[in-house]
């Protein structure tokens, strides 16, 4: 069975950067999205930002300007924060979306705060 893996959270300064990671552990087939959700104490997971195969990508509000989605030819995506403020913290999730269904990773969790 496949698994998302994500990493590089941790607890930053505000107007700090991080970069997130997220790594299949298997191969799968039929990719139409991959993005980044999060998740903040007591509300409900949102969404970030998506890259489609065509290189497209979409950001929610909160994050244009601020975030970058990427991804490479090897499965993984990338989520670069910048000008970071404690409202930005929360559990982030990668997910790789295809015709049957919706992989999640497990979460990192980034902690804005000085």
């Known amino acids: 069975q496949v698994r998302l893996v994500e990493s590089g959270g941790g607890l930053v300064q505000p107007g700090g950067s991080l970069r997130l990671s997220c790594a299949a552990s298997?191969?799968?087939?039929?990719?139409?999205?991959m993005g980044w959700h999060r998740q903040a104490p007591g509300k409900d997971r949102e969404l970030v930002a998506t890259i489609i195969p065509s290189g497209a990508t979409n950001y929610a509000d909160s994050a244009k300007g601020r975030f970058h989605i990427s991804r490479d030819n090897a499965q993984r995506t990338y989520l670069d924060l910048s000008s970071l403020t404690p409202e930005d913290t929360a559990t982030y999730y990668c997910?790789?979306?295809?015709?049957?269904?919706?992989?999640w990773g497990q979460g990192t969790l980034v902690t804005v705060s000085s």
């Open positions: 997910m790789i979306g295809t015709p049957w269904g919706n992989y």
């Open positions: 298997g191969t799968i087939a039929g990719i139409k999205v």
